[in-house]
């Protein structure tokens, strides 16, 4: 997003600088159990009535049947002790999880991972969910929650643009990535499944041809199989370890999550089959190498698997051109390659919703600001960049999506999910255990006959379908809360551009990395006499063992943030820059090849109001003052 000026903020802030909403969307903050509870009371009576509800429910079943439980066996010294047990066993898990919890719900205690405030209809769902257990690998077993489970998939297709496409949930975006291989690696074999089993369906066709099949070309040359051919062909793909060295490199940027590799190992292709692509100077995948590398795999007749693009990087924040990606596929399709995209949305995917308006269109970027500003989304001087609106515009055009809803849809852990372009892909995976499924049926009975995962918490389903309900994927709804945390990162990096602290006769500095396209904000602190990338990393490792669980004082602690590593390993040179912006040359980075920064994903939903953000900023400049004073006088 673009820098951040100084604003009139239009969100409503406590105390006596309550200013009124702008807009007459719902304020999201009714929404959250608060920072100190501000909800508790209407969060307690819609607990205690679900809780009362799902109560009634066991006792007017049935309601003549002879009691499991008499009065006689409660009257005994053995189901007394054994409540008391009970009891004590919550007293100490209370104990516990209060003097062992990081406090994520602080407004502005907690600037770290990608944690905070989860939505409260999205816990009393999951809470009131638990209590009938539901398990969403069959209808039988699930037949509420399997349904919200499907209309959840059907809130990613949407979101994501695939209007014939289909989603579900996973345990979290690691399975998601996982299975957005599994698609590709079973696609991609196909086309050899076929020459192997029915050849005439695939005859005059080259292996190289095999291999740089589409998507729609693959399932086009399934349609008019019988179900006892397509299992042949299934059979004969790559779930059968067939193939598997013949299928192509894997091609990631040097950002992609550590889940890639292990999805590799796992999926069969092998660790040898990745490529990792430089990033930019901006952390997105470098377009100009990636298209050299495509270029040289082709001029070699090397097939490509796939791509994974990402947006929203998990330690900067960063949107690939997800549009230049698709362009270069489409540019290279006319001469024979053609590869399989995979979008890890885990992080920045309900982003998306910031450019749908309440009408469900997916908004032209010159109508975008004028949207915005009608639903009081940015402050003065923040907007969406071009090329972010672009990348998200072209996610519609990739084939799988992963998305994270226990990330930027503010529900319980664990949340996973990913989205499909074309539903008929699903086939291709698809598995059929005889005592869950009855082969032929229509979803959602066969939600584990598609899913890599058996069996799932639908209580997990209920929670991001009431999350989905509570607030649209849209500019008024998730929209306008992601806003929110886009807006303060800008204001926090622009706070941090401006910090500036003297400790004894040193003058130490904060140097914010670039703005971020995303809520994410990194920063190093740096004493000017610092003539060592050693030291800095060194006096960043203290103050990050100060500002985290490490100090051993988490509800206690002040101010609370995350750390990462940007290491030439995995980055290349793409820090070279901001190395340079710390008055160090490249020489300096060669020889450390690593550069330690304090890390904040900003999620928060309260603090892009001036007087609360004004109100912490305020105590993290004293928190940080005392902390650069106690490592550098050690």
């Known amino acids: 997003?673009?820098?951040?000026?100084?604003?009139?903020?239009?969100?409503?802030?406590?105390?006596?600088?309550?200013?009124?909403?702008?807009?007459?969307?719902?304020?999201y903050r009714a929404l959250f159990i608060g920072d100190q509870a501000e909800n508790g009371a209407i969060f307690k009576e819609l607990l205690g009535q679900l809780v009362d509800e799902h109560l009634g429910w066991r006792q007017n079943y049935m309601p003549g049947d002879r009691a499991g439980i008499t009065i006689h066996d409660e009257t005994t010294p053995e189901y007394g002790a054994a409540?008391?047990?009970?009891?004590?066993?919550?007293?100490?898990?209370?104990?516990?999880?209060?003097?062992?919890?990081?406090?994520?719900?602080?407004?502005g205690r907690y600037w770290g991972h990608m944690n905070a405030e989860t939505l409260m209809p999205a816990i009393l769902a999951y809470t009131y969910a638990m209590l009938w257990n539901p398990n969403n690998v069959a209808l039988e077993s699930s037949m509420a929650t399997s349904k919200m489970e499907a209309e959840v998939g059907d809130d990613f297709a949407k979101l994501f643009g695939f209007d014939g496409g289909w989603g579900h949930l996973s345990a979290d975006g690691s399975i998601a990535n996982l299975e957005g291989l599994w698609y590709a690696r079973s696609l991609k074999s196909i086309p050899l499944a076929l020459a192997a089993t029915l050849p005439?369906?695939?005859?005059?066709?080259?292996?190289?041809?095999?291999?740089?099949?589409?998507?729609?070309?693959?399932?086009?040359?399934?349609?008019?199989?019988?179900?006892?051919?397509?299992?042949?062909?299934?059979?004969?793909?790559?779930?059968?370890?067939?193939?598997?060295?013949?299928?192509?490199?894997?091609?990631?940027?040097?950002?992609?999550?550590?889940?890639?590799?292990?999805?590799?190992?796992?999926?069969?292709?092998?660790?040898?089959?990745?490529?990792?692509?430089?990033?930019?100077?901006?952390?997105?995948?470098?377009?100009?190498?990636?298209?050299?590398?495509?270029e040289e795999l082709a001029r070699t007749q090397t097939p490509i698997l796939g791509l994974v693009t990402v947006v929203g990087t998990t330690e900067?924040?960063?949107?690939?051109?997800?549009?230049?990606?698709?362009?270069?596929?489409?540019?290279?399709?006319?001469?024979?390659?053609?590869?399989?995209?995979?979008c890890d949305a885990a992080y920045g995917g309900y982003g998306r919703s910031l450019?749908?308006?309440?009408?469900?269109?997916?908004?032209?970027?010159?109508?975008?600001?004028?949207?915005?500003?009608?639903?009081?989304?940015?402050?003065?001087?923040v907007t969406v960049p071009e090329d972010v609106y672009n990348g998200y515009k072209a996610i519609s055009q990739v084939e799988s999506v992963t998305i994270?809803?226990?990330?930027?849809?503010?529900?319980?852990?664990?949340?996973?999910?990913?989205?499909?372009?074309?539903?008929?892909?699903?086939?291709?995976?698809?598995?059929?255990?005889?005592?869950?499924?009855?082969?032929?049926?229509?979803?959602p009975d066969m939600l584990g006959a598609f899913t890599l995962e058996g069996s799932r918490a639908g209580a997990t389903a209920a929670s991001v379908w009431a999350a989905h309900r509570c607030l649209p994927l849209d500019v008024s709804g998730y929209g306008r809360l992601i806003a929110s945390g886009i807006d303060t990162a800008h204001r926090f990096r622009d706070f941090l551009a401006e910090l500036t602290f003297t400790v004894g006769d040193r003058v130490?500095?904060?140097?914010?990395?670039?703005?971020?396209?995303?809520?994410m904000v990194d920063w190093v602190f740096k004493a000017d006499d610092m003539t060592s990338l050693t030291e800095v990393n060194a006096l960043n490792e203290k103050v990050y063992d100060l500002s985290s669980y490490l100090a051993g004082h988490e509800y206690n602690n002040i101010f609370i943030t995350s750390h990462t590593t940007f290491s030439a390993g995995d980055y290349g040179n793409s820090p070279v820059k901001f190395i340079k912006t710390l008055g160090f040359d490249e020489a300096e980075w060669e020889s450390v090849k690593s550069v330690t920064?304090?890390?904040?994903?900003?999620?928060?939903?309260?603090?892009?109001?001036?007087?609360?953000?004004?109100y912490y900023t305020t105590a993290i400049k004293a928190a940080f003052s005392a902390r650069l004073t106690e490592v550098m006088s050690s």
């Open 1 to 27: 997003m673009n820098a951040h000026s100084e604003d009139q903020t239009t969100t409503a802030t406590r105390g006596s600088g309550y200013e009124e909403p702008a807009t007459k969307d719902l304020d």
């Open 83 to 107: 409540q008391v047990r009970m009891r004590e066993v919550m007293a100490d898990l209370s104990r516990r999880l209060r003097s062992g919890s990081v406090p994520w719900n602080s407004a």
């Open 200 to 294: 005439e369906t695939v005859a005059g066709k080259s292996e190289w041809e095999l291999l740089n099949m589409s998507v729609e070309e693959i399932l086009d040359s399934l349609k008019d199989l019988t179900p006892d051919q397509y299992d042949q062909v299934k059979a004969a793909s790559s779930r059968s370890g067939r193939n598997l060295n013949r299928l192509g490199k894997w091609i990631v940027p040097e950002t992609k999550h550590y889940s890639w590799v292990k999805a590799l190992d796992i999926i069969g292709v092998g660790l040898d089959q990745m490529i990792a692509i430089p990033v930019s100077e901006n952390y997105r995948m470098d377009i100009d190498a990636l298209t050299s590398t495509v």
């Open 316 to 342: 900067e924040g960063a949107v690939d051109e997800v549009d230049k990606i698709i362009a270069l596929r489409e540019r290279m399709r006319k001469s024979g390659l053609y590869f399989y995209i995979h």
């Open 355 to 381: 450019f749908f308006d309440t009408d469900g269109r997916f908004v032209d970027y010159n109508e975008l600001a004028d949207l915005h500003q009608s639903h009081g989304l940015f402050s003065e001087g």
């Open 404 to 443: 994270d809803p226990h990330k930027m849809g503010y529900v319980p852990y664990a949340a996973g999910g990913i989205a499909i372009r074309l539903k008929e892909m699903r086939n291709v995976i698809s598995y059929f255990a005889p005592y869950v499924f009855e082969k032929g049926a229509t979803a």
């Open 508 to 519: 130490v500095r904060a140097y914010p990395l670039h703005n971020p396209d995303f809520n």
């Open 597 to 614: 920064l304090l890390r904040a994903s900003i999620l928060d939903p309260y603090l892009n109001s001036t007087e609360l953000f004004n």
